[in-house]
């Protein structure tokens, strides 16, 4: 039974550098990684000891995080930065949110953005949740739909497509190209807390790894594209007080992940071909 390509988000390992995070996903099984690249910390020898323990793992990077576009801002360093370093580790994709509250500037900001991301040999995709200004599948369809560049794509999040009132069923019938990735994770069917407090509080800790809680990822999964890349998001206090070394945390996650998926595909109606 061959099983997607399975990521370790960065978000598993908050405070990790770039080396740490990849030496994490090679130790811990993984065949991709995805990396947080901080523009102020980030040098050229992080890129090179990332490079040399990917190679060395025969691992790729799935993603590179988080361009955030700002109010106003169609371009910046940071945003540029962070392109450029996905570049040099052959990064597949750059995850992006948006807070600024203007669609059309948000549209102007993502369409140079995708075109920064082409020529980078990566595709730009945008998150939709709570606690940023594009808080719905909806508006991030119509921004990613109306710039409609190739290299622009929509990020789903188990999680953050549940707390933005959606469910799997709103993905049926889109166009698979919009969605290269996602990011899955388990959490209770409801956040504690309806305000972006608890609903960052929710993304930062509540997590948990597939098949422990309560969302609907076998209906997600089978709405979105089969066989696409997963990208473990699964940030999770739980997870960090059980299992303090990073490997050992990464590895666990895996492990369930992979449980769950055996039983999700050995289910022939979910097999799609």
């Known amino acids: 039974m061959n099983l997607p390509l399975i990521s370790l988000a960065s978000g598993i390992l908050p405070g990790c550098d770039g080396p740490a995070t990849a030496r994490a996903a090679v130790d811990g099984g993984y065949r991709a990684v995805g990396l947080t690249v901080d523009p102020t910390v980030w040098t050229d020898t992080t890129t090179r000891e990332v490079n040399a323990i990917v190679a060395d793992g025969s691992i790729e990077v799935l993603d590179v995080e988080v361009v955030v576009i700002q109010p106003g801002q169609a371009e910046s360093p940071e945003s540029e ?14 995850l992006i949110v948006s807070d600024d509250p203007n669609p059309d500037n948000t549209k102007r900001a993502f369409e140079h953005l995708c075109r920064r991301a082409e020529q980078a040999g990566m595709r730009a995709v945008l998150e939709f949740l709570m606690i940023f200004q594009v808080n719905s599948l909806e508006a991030a369809l119509e921004i990613v739909t109306d710039v409609a560049h190739p290299a622009g794509g929509v990020l789903v999040d188990a999680l953050h497509l549940q707390r ?5 069923a709103d993905l049926e019938g889109l166009n698979a190209h919009l969605f290269p ?11 504690a807390q309806a305000d972006p407090t608890g609903y960052l509080a929710d993304a930062l800790d509540a997590r948990m790894a597939p098949g422990e809680a309560g969302l609907p990822l076998a209906d997600l999964l089978d709405a979105l594209p089969a066989g696409i890349p997963l990208s473990l998001e699964v940030r999770s206090k739980h997870y960090r007080d059980s299992y303090p070394d990073f490997a050992a945390r990464g590895r666990a996650i895996r492990e369930q992940t992979e449980r769950f998926l055996a039983g999700y595909l050995s289910n022939s109606r979910n097999l799609k071909g």
């Open 164 to 168: 933005c009132g959606h469910t799997p």
């Open 81 to 94: 930065r962070i392109i450029d370093v996905g570049a040099a580790l052959g990064a597949s994709h750059v």
């Open 181 to 191: 990735y996602m990011q899955l994770c388990d959490a209770p069917a409801k956040v």
